[in-house]
T-cell receptor, first 111, second 113 residues
């Protein structure tokens, strides 16, 4: 069965610093991969997705993610974090019928 | 606003009562999904509809849970005889096709006392 692991429950970075959030998945074939962000009181917002093709995917708000098949990873990156990026980030893997989410990584941004 | 909407946003109920939530997907989206999210966890898939047909149900969806999408537009999720363990955020999402992005609503937070 497909599964998603986000090893970091909570990450704190300083504003302006770079960010990398880790995501590992388990799936038999090439999955559909997603990163969503959830702010308090807000719905999940899609940052980016990977279906096929170029393994480096650009998303909204300056985020990017790289699909590495050999490592079963889909890590999210941002070169310079803004205070407004503080939120919960979820990695997800989907097949034909459902989507599985990781437990999430809470990002705190220090001024 | 043309996004996914959910009603109510918050629901407090006593154990044993029935509750019903509504989801209005993005217009013309054929697929509609329900998820449950508990504190500190990612959303867990409950069920999904392709138009009015309910095509898959998670084992999380006990017989106290029922979902409908009668005309292939809005959907309702009913929980009968609520238990404290049902307290969670219930999320709805819709997509145009199987491969399309799922767009999420703001959720309904259920608290069972």
């Amino acid at each position: 069965a497909q599964s998603v692991t986000q090893p970091d429950i909570h990450i704190t970075v300083s504003e302006g610093a770079s960010l990398e959030l880790r995501c590992n998945y388990s799936y038999g074939a090439t999955p559909y991969l997603f990163w969503y962000v959830q702010s308090p009181g807000q719905g999940l917002q899609l940052l980016l997705k990977y279906f096929s093709g170029d393994t480096l995917v650009q998303g909204i708000k300056g985020f990017e993610a790289e699909f590495k098949r050999s490592q079963s990873s889909f890590n999210l990156r941002k070169p310079s974090v803004h205070w407004s990026d503080a939120a919960e980030y979820f990695c997800a893997v989907a097949d034909l019928n459902d989507m599985r989410f990781g437990a999430g990584t809470r990002l705190t941004v220090k001024p | 606003d043309t996004g996914v909407s959910q009603d109510p946003r918050h629901k407090i109920t006593k154990r044993g009562q029935n509750v019903t939530f509504r989801c209005d997907p993005i217009s013309e989206h054929n697929r509609l999904y329900w998820y449950r999210q508990t504190l500190g966890q990612g959303p867990e898939f409950l069920t999904y509809f392709q138009n009015e047909a309910q095509l898959e149900k998670s084992r999380l969806l006990s017989d106290r849970f029922s979902a409908e999408r009668p005309k292939g537009s809005f959907s309702t999720l009913e929980i009968q005889r609520t238990e404290q363990g049902d307290s969670a955020m219930y999320l709805c999402a819709s997509s145009l096709t199987r491969e399309d992005t799922q767009y999420f609503g703001p959720g309904t937070r259920l608290t069972v006392l």
